[in-house]
């Protein structure tokens, strides 16, 4: 008998200390999360608030006793995003986590926040899904910022475009409708290739694109453009590689010029390639 009530004492006391330390671990966990240096929120399986750190409260104006308990797509997600953000932690209730998402939140003073979200289910002791938590990063300025760059090629006084990785048309600016006759909403989506170079030009523009996609640019490449009207231009091009904020390759932006006689060839080449080295360098500074 005094054995068996030993081990019962015994194993109280492990227990106890099971609990013990698994609160002062919780209360680490939640300490780190409070002082993390980026925007953090929990949800429970309703939806409602339960984690809301200080930097979600310094970029969002709300302090966690006005957040919790409170539901998070109804009153801090804008209305044109509610549906999709719903999804994402539906999703996540169901261990389909999400990375890199989009959303905006409302701030306290009625304005838009942008967040790069990345949802995490969370579970409890035994594995079950009792929530989600969202780890963010504030892109505001940094979207504000593209919004500049965009402006700043849309308006330069020489033709730029942009392809994808499959040389399809992200970028057509203003200067490049002009000479080309075509819009930036009659090209974005095709494929510059096949589309708009001419038949003898396609294989060998093809390969200057693929080597700018290798890392490897081009300078003064000369080639012929078909214009909306069906007339042969003869343009230079300077084709450089364009990456994201990562270093990774993610297309190819090329700088255009008509061809004048060499002495002036020379000359526009530089003047490109001036052009294209500073916008490439701005969208790769992202």
């Known amino acids: ?135 963010g990063q504030d892109i505001t300025a940094r979207i504000a910022q593209e919004q500049e760059y965009y402006k700043l090629i849309d308006t330069a006084n020489v033709p730029i475009f942009g392809v994808d990785t499959s040389g399809n048309i992200t970028v057509w600016n203003k200067c490049a409708g002009n000479i080309s006759g075509y819009s930036s909403e009659d090209t974005m989506g095709h494929h510059l290739v096949q589309e708009f170079i001419t038949e003898d030009f396609r294989a060998s523009v093809q390969e200057v694109l693929e080597k700018a996609l290798r890392g490897e640019e081009t300078a003064n490449f000369q080639l012929a453009l078909v214009t909306k009207q069906g007339t042969r231009v003869e343009i230079l091009l300077n084709a450089t590689t364009r990456k994201d904020t990562a270093g990774r390759i993610t297309g190819v932006f090329g700088a255009l010029g008509l061809q004048r006689v060499n002495a002036q060839n020379y000359c526009c080449g530089l003047f490109l390639a001036l052009n294209l080295f500073v916008f490439s360098m701005l969208f790769s500074a992202r």
């Open 1 to 135: 008998m005094l054995t068996l009530a030993l081990r019962c004492a015994l194993s109280t006391v492990v227990r106890a200390q099971d609990i013990t330390a698994r609160l002062a671990q919780e209360q680490e966990y939640s300490r780190l999360i409070d002082t993390a240096n980026a925007p953090i929120f929990g949800v429970d399986v309703d939806g409602k608030v339960n984690v809301w750190n200080q930097h979600a409260s310094r970029v969002v104006g709300f302090t966690s006793e006005e957040t919790l308990g409170r539901p998070f797509v109804a009153e801090f997600i804008t209305e044109d995003f509610r549906a999709s953000v719903q999804e994402v932690l539906d999703n996540a209730l169901r261990g389909e986590e999400t990375a890199n998402y989009q959303l905006p939140l409302l701030t306290k003073s009625g304005a838009r926040v942008e967040i790069l979200l990345n949802a995490t289910s969370r579970k409890d002791a035994e594995g079950r899904v009792i929530g989600v938590v969202g780890v």
